[in-house]
């Protein structure tokens, strides 16, 4: 099993900047590939980032392409989303996933990742 715990996220005005961690137990980290999901209100869940296991290769979506950078430090067990530029269409429930499979490179696809944290809220306020 692997417990996902996210924090970091909060209200922030557009054009600021926040920074998610996601801290993970119960497995080697650096065996994981991990994501960053989001899903606003009446939406479906979409994948934003995602990140092999050594963090040789990333994925950003079109919508966050320049302005969200994923990171991980597998020393410390975590997972980052560095968000600059926020705009109100960036407001929802973003989630952690992991990736316990034996896929390469990174993860798209929200059916690949078996483990999910709770979720923090963003809120970008216009």
């Known amino acids: 099993q692997v417990q996902l715990v996210e924090s970091g996220g909060g209200l922030v005005q557009a054009g600021g900047s926040l920074r998610l961690s996601c801290a993970a137990s119960g497995r080697t980290f650096s065996s994981l590939r991990m994501g960053w999901f989001r899903q606003a209100p009446g939406q479906e869940r979409e994948l934003v980032s995602a990140i092999s296991r050594s963090g040789g290769n990333t994925y950003q979506a079109d919508s966050v392409k320049g302005r969200f950078t994923i990171s991980r430090d597998n020393a410390k067990n975590t997972v980052y989303l560095q968000m600059n530029s926020l705009k109100p269409d960036d407001t929802a429930v973003y989630y952690c996933?992991?990736?316990?499979?034996?896929?390469?490179?990174?993860?798209?696809?929200?059916?690949?990742?078996?483990?999910w944290g709770q979720g923090t809220q963003v809120t970008v306020s216009s």
């Open positions: 996933a992991a990736d316990s499979g034996p896929g390469m490179a990174v993860a798209r696809f929200a059916v690949e990742y078996d483990y």
